[in-house]
């Protein structure tokens, strides 16, 4: 009131009871006494009051202030009066009537009272009976009940007084709570650039300011010293020169984009000959009658692109004529010139070569011939090697079988059959002496009788055990026992076709063997187990025209080569396992690698497929090595080789390695061209076969011999 | 260079000349070199008679001349070269060609008597001159290989392998001229390729994929199964050729690219020697204490029994095309051998000179298939042309001294 900085709305407040006490600074007027007495009063009435003075208590000044300011009445009345000034300012604990501290008040609800005061005295909640429609009708009824609240601490319902409520308005509008707080006071920049009279602080200026420092005079004497030494050059002033940049240093010459790489070179011009002459020899000058013609012929007909003119000396020669014209030739020249370079690609036709390694690495492999077994008389159709490595047997045209000794080239026994003989085949089971030959219509099983003496008998004995079912079963060919006279010969076993048998073979074990038959469109392969005397026939329709079958040496299959396709035929379950694609047009021959899992096959049109069946269907090499047919092919039995024999009379073993790894392919290296066999009637080699456990190669020859390679 | 120096001696004294370094002319070969020393010699004896020299260089025969020989071997031709040369052994005499009705398969010869196994299924007895006395016809198969297992006067003991799996013993009487099977040796599962009998002349061995020792009895009146003394099996293939190192050690090559050395007591396997080819016939030399092979691949190589690595080739001879059927080392001689070969070629090799073999006996029409040579310098070779070559190879004076 005293004070003209107060507001109007203090003014207004100041009429009432409670505006006396509302600033800060309008503290002096009133008496102590009365105050103190007041203060005592407002004390009884107001706990809640306090309540929120002593939380606000601990805040910074100017919400303290604020919080002071409504409640001021006792305030300042202690502020008046020195003693309770103090009392108010030593802790903000001692307003403090509940003791119990910052807790839930939830935990006092069960209690009559809601803490303890200063002197450990209960202080007790007032009573409170009002149901919810008393709460109801205080709320309909009483027109304070909008600005009453609850203190929690002492459950008592307090009124909000006028300046409480302003103030819980100003702050909801995000004001200061000070009515007097001026947020947009201008502010007093102390430190500023300009120089003032007085310093900001009355500190005394340091001695190192007006004493000369040591450090420098040594770090100045140092650097003069350098400099009269020579050792550190004065700054030299800056030249005033532009710098350029070359936009091409980066650029690689060599590089396709390169400048020079683009250059295309004029095409060259024919030097100018007699013709081009301003004075030209007479015979060069047209005559009438052609430069007529030369007149009608179109002009890219036309022989030269000028008519030769005489002068008769060089300074009567006109100015050029087409000089413009030609001008914009040469530019239109230019403008159409293509300036995409077609780069050739050049390519080292040893970089096309797969690298293989070399044959001389991959010893051993036959190379020179060994031996000729001489005897046959006619073409020399199959060959088979027993076993045990030590004879081998061959079939020839003409009509004889011959048992030869493979280290002497002793032909020990020969079978004169009298007819033409297809093809033999030693039985793969070394317990077993037994020989299948295929005689026209026929099949012969022949005990050769060489070998072990207990095995030529076990193997009799073996065919003889047989006795005949009680009931006659119906069976494709007929087994008919050897005669006396053929017994001695060494046949033991005679089944009778009803086609020419092409090719024979035996199974693994020994037991069953099959018979191919040249019978197109009907029954052509037969499968037999030479125990039992047993035959039938596989297949319920023929596939194609068979060319040859063989055994699976591990696996329960039955690998069928009809014309351009190689059908494999699980036994077992009777059904189609694979149908493998040659590629080439007439397959001749097929060979089974002993590991089981790829296939080799020759074919009439001078190809040799070789597939992995783990791979695909389709041949994983095609090999054209030889320049005429393919009439046979062999896998060696324990080293990695692979041979074909072929109409021009040559036989070429590869290096086939197979790799147990699956993700390996094979590795097929050519190792060597074997010739020797003369060819005859249009034939050259018709059979070849692998020692069994050398690194040893026979042939058979249209010449009439076999030949030993090693 | 035109000129050499050489200096010259000779383990003969009667052909020594004087330890002088000579001059001779660098492109001079053998022939020259021969006359050089002839008329040295016809200088300093008056009764000298023209004789035929062979010289070696560093223990290798001179073929070439001289300065490519030295430049070969990687000799100084700075130096003064040491030349020794011995007397030129003679060219083999042929004797005698006995024909046979087939195939020979085996010879083995004495002094007296040619033995060979045939493949008609028997074996033959000859005299030296070529007569036939004793044709012994017992087995059902052709016959492999044939021995001697003990001569006298009176009575013979041989040995005749078969292809029927049986050995057969046979006693000759030579007066009476009859022969008499003693023991049948039973036991192989294959045909019986080689069989060797032992120094003592008392145990016989022979093998097909197997070797068997056998000891015959001496029981004589009545034909008896003789069985094995002990099995030798550690070859995975079959077994070409079996000899008595001494009496104590057998020594048998393999198809399967080993020759194994066993123990004959025992029956232990006491080396291995691996070559790289099949072997066809080993020898074995006391004199030089040398295993000579005959393999598939044309090479005749030396071993070294006693060594331990067991794949050291000391030397290969090389000149054969063809397979090397049989070997055979010089009784009397040691750094002499004669081989045998599919190339239808016997030759007579000498170790000093590796390159080209001392002689070639080209007489066979067919292959080669056994050689042998007698104590006597008799040198036989029978093949699959059905003849018996018999020469008649001249010890020199060296020989003996050698």
Redesign the interface.
Known sequence: MEQPSLSSDTQELSESEESVYSGLEDSGSDSESSGSAEEEEEEEEDEDEEEDEEESSGSPSAPQTQARGFPGQRRSLQDDSPLDEYEQDSSDEEDIRNTVGNIPMEWYQDFPHVGYDLDGRRIYKPLRSRDELDLFLEKMENPEYWRTVQDRQTGADVRLSEEQLELVQRLQRGQFGDVNFDPYEPSVDFFSHEVRIHPVTNRPADKRSFIPSLVEKEKVSKLVHAIKMGWIQPRKPKENVPTFYDLWAQEDPNSILGRHKMHVPAPKIPLPGHEESYNPPPEFLLSPEEKLAWEQQDPSERRLGFIPQKFRSLRAVPAYSRFIHERFERCLDLYLCPRQRKMRVNVDPEDLIPKLPRPRDLQPFPTTQALIYRGHSSLVRTLSVSPSGQWFASGSDDGSVRLWEVSSGRCLRSLTLGAVVRSVAWNPNPSICLLAVALEEQVLLVNPGLGDRLLVAATDQLLDSWEAPEEERVQPVRWIPASPEERAKGIRLLVQHDKPVTQVTWHAKGDYWASVVRNPGGRQVLIHQSSRRWSQDPFRKSPGMIQCVQFHPLRPYFLVASQRSVRIYNLLRQELTKKLQSNCQWISSMAVHPGGDNVICGSYDSKLAWFDLDLSTRPYRLLRHHRRALRSVAFHRRYPLFASGSDDGTVIVCHGMVYSDLLQNPLLVPLKVLKGHAPALDLGVLDVAFHPHQPWLFSSGADGTVRLYT | MAQLTARFRTENRRFAVEDVPFSVPATSETADLSQLINKLLAAAHEDHKYVEFDFLINGQFLRLPLVTHMEMENISTEEVVEIEYVEKYMAPQPEECIFHDD?I?SVQATEEWILTGC?DQTARIWSVEGKSIMTIAGHTE?VKDVAWVKQDSLSCLLLSASM??TVLLWEWNVEKNKVKALHCCRGH???VESVAVDCTRTKVSDFWKETFVFLPTDEEDEMEEATPLATLSGHT??I?SVLWLDAEEICSAS??HTIKLWDAETGDLKSTLTG???F?SVSYSPLCRRLASGS??RHIRLWDPRSKDGSLVLLSLTSHT??V?SVKWSPTHEHQLISGS?DNIVKLWDTRSCKAPLYDLAAHED?V?CVDWTEAGLLLSGG?DNKLYCYRYPATASDVGA
């Open positions: 195939w398969s493949y052709v029927d799996q599962a294959g045909s293939e079959a070409s198809w399967d790289n080819k099949v066809n598939t691949d063809g397979w059927t599919l292959k298939l699959a």
